[in-house]
């Protein structure tokens, strides 16, 4: 006969927050999106700031794998190019991809938590296209990796980056300046 191991109930091994106990905690907290952490218009700072963000995330075991083999790639260890995340709503998706975005983004201002030492993250210049946002008439806001935005229509959209020729060999100065944030339209 096997006994079984015995296991504490869970309100012994994990703590509550403050705002969880007193029925302060906003459901907002929860609606991450990646267009507002790119953005950084500090609308939901728990998933805005790198700090907040990994203070709260538990990286799973899937989560792990995937981050590293995305660091791997961005460092030129790897050729596995193509990741297809396939999960159901509420699966990580999105987690995932702010998870991918602060790592990258800016690894030195990353906080010292357990969390974040145990990645490799090169710096990488990121693009995302939150397809959720763009509106066919008013085009959508988008940063540049020279931390200026701009508006741009649809088509515009979708190659932002080669019309205002922000990708330079040293990501320090755009090959092109424009005058202001909005690329023009190409003539026809």
């Known amino acids: 006969m096997t006994t079984k191991p015995?296991?504490?109930p869970w309100h012994e091994v994990v703590q509550l927050r403050d705002d969880l106990k007193t029925g302060e905690l906003s459901l907002a907290v929860f609606a991450a999106d990646l267009y507002d952490v790119v953005m950084q218009k500090g609308r939901r700072p728990v998933y805005e700031n790198p700090a907040e963000f990994f203070a709260l995330t538990y990286p799973t075991y899937s989560l792990r794998g995937l981050v590293k083999d995305v660091c791997l790639r961005l460092a030129g260890k790897s050729d596995k190019a193509y990741r297809k995340l396939s999960?159901?709503?509420g699966g990580g998706k999105t987690h995932t991809?702010?998870?991918?975005r602060h790592l990258v983004h800016d690894p030195t201002a990353l906080p010292d938590l357990p969390a974040v030492r145990e990645f490799e993250a090169p710096k990488?210049?990121?693009a995302a296209l939150c397809f959720d946002k763009i509106d066919l008439e008013k085009g959508v806001e988008t940063p540049g990796p020279m931390g200026l935005s701009g508006r741009s229509g649809i088509r515009g959209a979708l190659s932002l980056?080669?019309?205002r020729g922000w990708m330079a060999s040293d990501s320090s100065t755009p090959r092109v300046r424009t005058k202001n944030a909005t690329p023009r339209r190409p003539n026809r």
């Open 124 to 126: 990488a210049r990121v």
């Open 6 to 8: 015995s296991r504490k």
């Open 97 to 100: 991809l702010i998870t991918l």
């Open 87 to 89: 999960v159901n709503y």
């Open 161 to 163: 980056f080669s019309l």
